[in-house]
């Protein structure tokens, strides 16, 4: 099993840069093995997968969210970083990051326990 913890700031506001990272805890879990993703969840939307980043650092996202979306991998550090550019207030809710169990979409199976984001001005 895989320890992650997302960090990040719990406030943004309208029109600026969300940035998230993700730490991978275990040290046995290298982040440039499997596929990591992001989902958030939102009273309005529920889940949602916005993106995820495989173990060639090639990237993935939910086609809605991809002109806004940023995913990297820090290997030397374990850690996975999300950015989300011109944030609104439907972008609020809880930010999670996960390791994939197989494919970059679905399912996951080890989530971090999720930041919440709000955003306000």
């Known amino acids: ?32 093995r499997y596929y990591w993703g992001w989902i958030r969840q939102s009273p309005r939307k529920g889940l949602e997968w916005m993106g995820a980043i495989g173990n060639s650092g090639r990237t993935y996202y939910n086609p ?16 996975i970083t999300l950015q989300l550019t011109s944030v609104t207030a439907e972008d609020a809710g809880v930010y999670y990051c996960a390791r994939s169990l197989g494919s970059y979409y679905w399912p996951y199976g080890d989530w971090g326990q999720g930041t919440q984001v709000t955003v306000s001005s």
Request: glycine share 6%.
């Open 1 to 32: 099993q895989v320890q992650l913890q997302e960090s990040g700031p719990g406030l943004v506001k309208p029109s600026q840069t969300l940035s998230l990272t993700c730490t991978v805890i275990s040290g046995s879990t290298p982040t440039d």
């Open 64 to 79: 809605p969210l991809k002109s806004r979306t940023s995913i990297s991998r820090d290997a030397s550090k374990n850690q």
